[in-house]
């Protein structure tokens, strides 16, 4: 059996050459993104600047963001609100909810700007961090829910302004929140508050029955017509 000693991946660092080597960009241009405060500074031994692969995995990152049309001073400020973003150990206890249901998705910035063509803004970016829809850890972006991530992109693709889809997150969180909050006195009232776990699918068949039949209310009206029509 391998020890844990054996298994703990070693740290590589390079030199400054050697870093930009292995990013494939010049030595100079190296030296402007971490004036530019791209990178985070380096582990310094006397004279010598040590990077690791933390600074390579940025400076990939910073690539790809590049082909995809970004600009340095958009990279710049993403990176700044990536870095002030909340850690992902820290996101369950955020929103209240944990990991129970929904399935996290790990992206690299450029997989999240692939979902949001065109729509991965300082701006969004910072409503969705403080949504609570994204987290960071270490050089990969967490979107809380595999399901959220698929419906939002989808509604992006159909040209819904990733901003307004962000909004009406918002809106429909406080709804959420007022009947998450009406089952929550129900069940603790009649019954106890132990059984909230156990009657939680009941809650989320009504909110999923009363939204179905709001929907085709909404629709007939639109068409002019009664729902058994």
Known sequence: MATEETQAKPVREYRTEELAEAAGIPVRTLRFYRERKLLPPPRREGRIAWYDDHHLARLRTIAGLLERGHTLGGIAELTAAFEKGRDVGQLG??????WSEETPVRLTPEELADYFEGEVTPENLAASLDLGYLAVDGDAIVHVSRRLLDVSSALVREGVPLADVLETGRRV???ADAMALLFTELISEHISPDALTRLRPL??????????????RLLASAKGQTPSS
Do not use: C, N, P
Request: hydrophobic residues 50%; charged residues 30%.
């Open 93 to 98: 206890e955020l929103l209240g909810i944990g």
């Open 203 to 216: 809650a989320k068949s009504v909110v999923e029955a009363e939204l179905t039949m709001a929907m085709d």
């Open 173 to 175: 969180r406080e709804h």
